[in-house]
């Protein structure tokens, strides 16, 4: 199966913030997204892995938590817009049994990022944006979802 995994230009200045900021570590954000998304597709978890699996287990790389589709508006299930919760310090994700399942496992940072499968069946991550703090105030805002939606569309049909 063929996949690609592309970052915005925003999502890349974005980084190259945060590791002025917080140091090389701060790449592992993105790689460790882009490492757990090769994983799902190994395990045909495409473009996330169902609920009932991040219902029963961990996530397939530990510092990846939740992984679900936007519901609102309309237009983010259109254009396959997600999010993805990112571990971050304070973030307690097990417990005396060990990991928490993917589900249970969120926190207030997040990568966005849209699917779709091109015409040839390429399957394309679209990494659109890196919320490293207040990322559940961000996802109320609907104007910011539809900037999300916008993006992701227009990625999506300049490569389809």
């Avoid at 002025?20 to 495409?46: H, M, R, S």
């Avoid at 207040?134 to 939606?149: D, F, G, P, R, S």
Wanted: charged share 25%.
């Amino acid at each position: 199966m063929a996949v690609k995994i592309t970052r915005s230009f925003h999502v890349k200045k974005i980084l190259s913030d945060l590791v002025v900021n917080l140091g090389p570590i701060a790449e592992l954000f993105i790689t460790e997204f882009e490492e757990y998304k090769q994983k799902c597709i190994e395990f045909d978890d495409i473009p996330i892995p169902p609920y009932h699996i991040q219902l029963k287990h961990p996530s397939h790389i530990e510092t990846i938590g939740r992984d679900k589709p936007m519901e609102r508006p309309h237009s983010a299930r259109h254009e396959e817009l997600h999010h993805t919760h990112l571990w971050q310090e304070n973030c307690i994700w097990q417990d005396d049994g060990g990991k928490l399942v993917q589900w249970n496992s969120t926190s207030d940072s997040f990568i966005v990022y849209s699917y779709f499968i091109d015409k040839i069946g390429v399957h394309h991550f679209y990494i659109i944006d890196l919320v490293y703090d207040k990322a559940h105030t961000l996802i109320e805002n609907n104007k910011q979802i539809l900037k999300w939606v916008a993006i992701a569309k227009q990625f999506r049909l300049q490569n389809i």
